[in-house]
């Protein structure tokens, strides 16, 4: 997208006028015009996100519910979003994050589906220390939080999305490139349209094609390690309880679903992965079976088996002049405790907030004011559950006898520590620290 601008320091009004995006912008600087000769825009909107995976569709939901003029852009197809085997995942919705989707109303549709974790137990290899945490012990008798299949997530996201008369759900398109000026951002689509909007949300992805076109560095490692994630049918109920089971090439994680059903995370050498997930059926049902124990009866692997590489990404800015990062696009953890998502929902009770108490008082949403309050608010979680989930892989997945003995020291600590036990499992709930007002369970 090209357009000429021959100032840098230029303050511009009244642009977004009767909901028009002029285009033309002007003023007089050194006594001579600055003038901008945009290209056609198509379309306006006070929000644009890039990205309608879970985190976007969220963020776009929760904005055009309180009346912003919301547009989500996608390049995939939302039918093959809501296929059965579309990515084979389920999430751990810690009970913060299904406080959000409480407050927008969203949780009707999702709570049939939606198993309630009570209890977690995490054990160490062949060490009989367990530390066990039971939602009992916080009094309040609510659950640690739920096991939810992405693919109901997202049907109930797409649904509520398509009903909203101020949000624009369109997919497939994708953003092809944003142009900013004082006033707002122009963003270019894959048909050719343009859309104009105050502030543009990138929420697309860990790759980020809008975060590396803005120059925003990131720290970042790939983990050995793949995630092999499918699901098992078993004789036995769960009772709510979900397992980690940390085994020397990573974290073996049983979440429990509705019904018999769990769901596996189960991290691997990545060289094993490769191998493991081309296996004939029997042969990775044996694999699953000698790693899952006998604790629920007999089991049968059910749905598709896929593999994702694991990975570190911290961007190092959350900002740019009108762009927001939120969810992936921003930060990338192991999924060894399953907070990636949770992160992700709290960056969008966060940023929503924000972005409409400006507009209720007629601010501007995309104003860099905004937008440092945004990354002031939510760096500091992402780089703590960054740093907690490389230091339990690297300390749990590892044979090593000094290291096995320290850990199990802490597993044994923490589990006869009740206070220090109940800080960690309202963190694991998503509960500790500013939390938005969404997250407490308030409208916006
Ligand atoms: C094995 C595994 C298990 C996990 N388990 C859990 C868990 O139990 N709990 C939890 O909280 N988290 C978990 N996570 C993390 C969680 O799945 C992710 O954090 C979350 O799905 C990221 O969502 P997102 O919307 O930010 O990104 P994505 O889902 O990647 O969505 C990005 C979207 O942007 C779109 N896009 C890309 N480029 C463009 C463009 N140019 N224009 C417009 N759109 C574009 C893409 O098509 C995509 O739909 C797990 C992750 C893994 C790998």
Known sequence: MVWTKR??????????????FLRRCSREVDSRPVVFHLPAVT????????????????????????????????????????????DGRSSAIAYGSSQVLKALGLWPEIAAEAQPILEIRIADHESPQILH??????????PLGYIVENRVLRRALIERARSLPSLDFSAPLAVRGVGTLCFGAVAALS??????????AAADGQASPLRRAAGIRTVEW????????????????????????????GPFAILPMTGNRSSIVWTERAELARRLIALPDSAF????????????????????????????MLAQRYVAPR???????????????????NLGIRDVAALAE???????????????????????????????LAVVTDGLNRMFSNAIVPLRLVRDFGLAAVDHLPPLKRLLMRDAMGLVGDLPRLVRGEPL
């Open 222 to 249: 790939r983990y050995r390690q793949t995630g092999i994630v499918t699901a098992v049918r078993h004789k036995r109920p769960h009772h709510g309880i979900a397992v980690e089971h940390f085994l020397p090439a």
């Open 285 to 312: 049902a044996a694999e699953v079976a000698v790693r899952f124990g006998d604790f629920l009866g007999p089991i049968e692997p059910i749905g598709p088996r896929r593999a994702y590489p694991l990975a570190l």
């Open 43 to 86: 379309k306006d909107a006070e929000l644009l996100i890039a990205g309608g995976g879970l985190t976007g569709l969220l963020l776009g939901i929760a904005c055009a519910s309180a009346g912003l003029a919301v547009t989500i852009v996608d390049p995939e197809d939302p039918s093959a979003m809501l296929r059965q085997g579309f």
């Open 354 to 384: 924000l972005v409409i108490d400006t507009r209720r008082l007629g601010l501007d949403i995309g104003e860099e004011r905004v937008l440092r309050r945004y990354e002031k608010w939510r760096r500091f979680d992402a780089l703590v």
């Open 133 to 142: 945490y039971d939602h009992r012990d916080l009094g309040n008798h609510a």
């Open 7 to 20: 100032r840098q320091d230029y303050v511009t009004a009244g642009l977004f006028e009767s909901g028009s």
């Open 191 to 200: 048909d050719g349209r343009r859309v104009a909007a105050r502030l543009v």
């Open 323 to 341: 762009l927001v990062l939120v969810g992936e696009a921003a930060h990338l953890i192991h999924p060894i405790a399953g907070q990636g998502l």
